[in-house]
């Protein structure tokens, strides 16, 4: 059982490059977060949604309740964002739990 | 400095030593959670908390305990380790239950001989 696939799970682009990731999930969410991962493994949190749209220097990153789907888009990419994006999910509902489901994540080259 | 701790970075041990991977937080968050990362496989939730004395399980628990008696600690311990729970562990916590960005610490790889 898949609760979040995302797509591509390579991307290379040449720097410079409008990137999209897209996500989608299967289950009721009280947030959806897109987590970033370097190589050496350190995971730090890009953003956290339940509603609309967020951006953050380059990075934004929409969602779409009704369709369950969400896009993290990075504008003209830099090698400095190359790194595994992860999509995750929160099925934070008091009488259900409280537990995260994590797409499979994307692997970004950004060629100088 | 806000974080999260996880101790030991680095283990390598035999099958049925039990051990302990310890996860404190200085944020007083509310939440806090342990995943496993395997490739191929992703992140996966082992158990998470909402409070003190309260734990629940994630997607994949077996194999592991918790506890919660501090709100700042979390640790995980591996009762009796086998091999197929050589993996890159992270402890991550948020301030509210339901929301509130992850804070995740900087992984413990475990290898079980």
């Known amino acids: 059982k898949n609760e979040v696939e995302q797509s591509p799970q390579n991307l290379t682009a040449q720097e410079g490059e409008f990137i999209t990731i897209n996500c989608s999930y299967s289950v009721g969410i009280s947030a959806l977060h897109w987590l970033q991962q370097h190589p050496g493994g350190g995971i730090v949190s890009l953003f956290m949604?339940?509603?609309g749209k967020k951006k953050h220097g380059r990075l934004i990153a929409t969602i779409n309740i009704q369709e369950k789907h969400s896009s993290l888009h990075i504008t003209a990419s830099h090698p400095r964002d190359s790194a595994v994006y992860i999509c995750?999910?929160?099925?934070?509902?008091?009488?259900?739990?409280?537990?995260?489901?994590f797409g499979t994540g994307t692997s970004l080259t950004v060629i100088p | 400095e806000a974080q999260v701790t996880q101790n030991p970075r680095y283990l390598i041990t035999v099958t049925g030593k039990k051990l302990t991977v310890t996860c404190s937080q200085n944020?007083?968050?509310?939440?806090m959670s342990w995943y496993r990362q395997d490739p191929g496989l992703g992140l996966r939730q082992i158990y998470y908390s909402m409070n003190v004395e309260v734990t629940d399980k994630g997607d994949v628990p077996e194999g592991y305990k918790v506890s919660r008696k501090e709100k700042r600690n979390f640790p995980l311990i591996l009762e009796s380790p086998s091999p197929n729970q050589t993996s890159l562990y992270f402890c991550a916590s948020s301030l509210e239950q339901l929301t509130g960005e992850l804070f995740f610490g900087e992984g413990s790889r475990l290898t079980v001989l």
């Open positions: 949604l339940s509603s």
């Open positions: 944020m007083n968050h509310e939440y």
């Open positions: 995750a999910v929160r099925s934070g509902f008091q009488d259900t739990g409280n537990q995260f489901y």
